[in-house]
């Protein structure tokens, strides 16, 4: 197995993130139950989806742009790192509404999208540490 996504919590009935077209380089993440985001209110909404790659690689979430466009939503980080060794843990996407309308989203709406990318290291590059948790664990 090569990279790839997985049901987090098998006992929520929830889509895994999927490519719309052919040439689309983002696997769509859908929603695993209706939301509903306060006129510049920040939520943190879990994914129910874990992803597995190989260590050289990384998952990059961003907003879809239709959801910036049409309904001013924005990653509050911008762009969210998934690493290689978050594979046990949960996303989650921090969401931030940017106009002074409340968005009402449904299940299974597509908000965010993640890219699969390699990525390189430093010549003098010798870490062996391995994360022992979830968001922030790497301090």
């Known amino acids: 197995m ?15 993130p999927t ?17 509903i985001i306060k006129p510049y209110e920040i939520i943190q909404i879990p994914s129910n989806v874990k992803a597995y790659m190989q260590d050289d690689e990384v998952l990059f979430l961003f907003i879809r742009s239709s959801m910036g466009i ?4 924005s990653l509050v980080n911008k762009v969210g790192v998934i690493d ?12 931030r509404n940017n106009t002074d309308k409340v968005v009402n989203l449904s299940k299974d709406t597509r908000v965010v ?22 968001i922030g664990s790497t301090k």
């Not at 090569?2 to 895994?16: A, M, P, Q, T, V």
């Not at 049409?70 to 939503?73: A, D, F, H, Q, S």
């Not at 594979?87 to 969401?95: A, G, M, V």
């Open 19 to 35: 490519r719309q077209t052919k040439c689309s380089a983002g696997y769509d993440f859908y929603l695993p139950t209706d939301i």
């Open 84 to 95: 290689a060794d978050y594979k046990d843990f949960e996303i989650s996407f921090t969401i």
């Open 2 to 16: 090569k990279r790839g996504f997985e049901i987090y919590n098998k006992d929520i009935k929830s889509l895994k």
């Open 113 to 134: 999208q993640g890219i699969f990318t390699k990525y390189l290291l430093s010549d003098d590059d010798h870490v062996e540490t391995i994360r022992k948790g979830g």
């Open 70 to 73: 049409k309904n001013g939503l």
